[in-house]
């Protein structure tokens, strides 16, 4: 009898094709599997999941979204970057556990951001904040720090309606606007506050659904490689809005990229919903007699290309002037002249890989800020 045994070759083929497709295969289901069954929802979906701790430190807040825990000291990590944190009778970053009365008999000047405006990496004493709080007290002004990380206007607008409510008195509100910010406010979007105003015309105006990755962007491996490159398909979000069915798909890996080259189809969306809840905020201080201010700040990338006139500072400087509100641009003192300086300030202020600012960016911030502020107001 003949040998029925295939030719070699197409044995090698056999383990060849095995080799590759069966790997392929693991991979493609491993990722498959963990896309619907927890890694889509938990990580854009599940965004209170970043705002919160398992010792309650970091909490999560009915009227608001999140915020702090009141009279607590803990050590809290960013990065590399181990320092204490400790927050006052109001959930603010303070320098102490210490109890703030409702009441001020003199000027009181609360600040409200996201986590540039809360301090990530660094102590109250050693932010923007404190600094600026250090100077303005030795002038009678009372400094709190109402920011907390990933707040949006829509978030800041809801705590300073909740603090107000509760009794607190401030004399001026200066609001933080980060470049995230338009990206935040649609993550946000379906958040429903406890007392959400009855006229609140964006809360939940669209409807999420994940947008299914390609065939190839469910592999495991290939996602990786596009994540390392700031782009993870599996974020993506389609957004629709049920009245007029009309959608776009909201990608928040443009958190920054935004603010220059073709617009992203969710901007036009994030615009409406941050001015809309700025606007309101302006109100709701105007309401209670408070002063009410915005700051503007650039992120390291727009550094990096030199953008001084971006897309979100042209947006916000409009924004302020058509609405007559006080907006202190800390754009300049970023980009001084000559790349070499521009690498100096990206070297020195910022934490290496981050956004964030170094304790030596705080000091730009808070000296750029003091200043635009005593040529506004005096001494």
């Known amino acids: 009898m003949g040998d029925l045994r295939p030719p070699r070759w197409q044995v090698r083929l056999l383990a060849i094709v095995v080799g590759i497709a069966l790997p392929l295969a693991v991979d493609w289901i491993a990722g498959y599997l963990t896309y619907h069954l927890g890694d889509y929802r938990d990580s854009n979906r599940g965004v209170f999941r970043i705002n919160a701790d398992a010792s309650g430190f970091r909490r999560q807040d009915r009227d608001y979204s999140h915020g702090f825990a009141a009279k607590r000291v803990t050590t809290a990590t960013w990065g590399k970057l181990s320092y204490t944190l400790a927050t006052n009778s109001l959930g603010f970053k303070d320098d102490s556990p210490r109890d703030v009365p409702l009441q001020s008999s003199g000027p009181r000047l609360m600040f409200i951001g996201d986590s540039f405006t809360e301090g990530m990496g660094l102590p109250y004493a050693q932010t923007w904040v404190g600094l600026v709080d250090k100077v303005l007290s030795t002038q009678g002004v009372e400094v709190l720090n109402g920011g907390v990380l990933s707040y949006c206007p829509k978030t800041v607008y809801y705590k300073t309606k909740a603090l107000l409510d509760g009794g607190l008195r401030l004399s001026n509100i200066v609001f933080f606007i980060d470049v995230s910010d338009m990206a935040d406010e649609l993550i946000f979007n379906d958040f429903l506050p406890a007392n959400k ?33 700031g782009r993870d398909p599996w974020k993506k979000t389609v957004f629709t809005e049920p009245h007029t069915g009309e959608s776009f798909v909201f990608d928040p890996n443009d958190r920054e990229a935004w603010t220059r080259g073709q617009p992203p189809d969710w901007l036009q969306a994030a615009e409406g919903s941050a001015a809309y809840y700025v606007t309101k905020l302006a109100a709701l201080c105007a309401a209670h007699a408070i002063g009410f201010e915005i700051a503007i700040y650039p992120w390291p990338q727009e550094i990096s290309a030199n953008d001084a006139h971006s897309r979100y500072r042209s947006f916000w400087q409009t924004f302020s002037a058509e609405q007559h509100v006080g907006c202190y641009d800390l754009h300049e003192a970023f980009f001084p002249a000559g790349p070499a300086a521009r690498q100096r300030i990206l070297a020195l202020d910022f934490i290496p890989g981050d956004t964030h600012w170094t304790a030596a960016g705080h000091q730009l911030v808070a000296g750029e800020w003091l200043r635009q502020y005593h040529e506004r107001h005096g001494n």
């Open 197 to 229: 105003d009855q006229d609140d015309a964006w809360t939940r105006r669209y409807v999420k659904t994940p947008q299914p990755p390609s065939l190839a962007q469910y592999s495991l491996i290939y996602r990786t490689l596009l994540k390392r490159q």
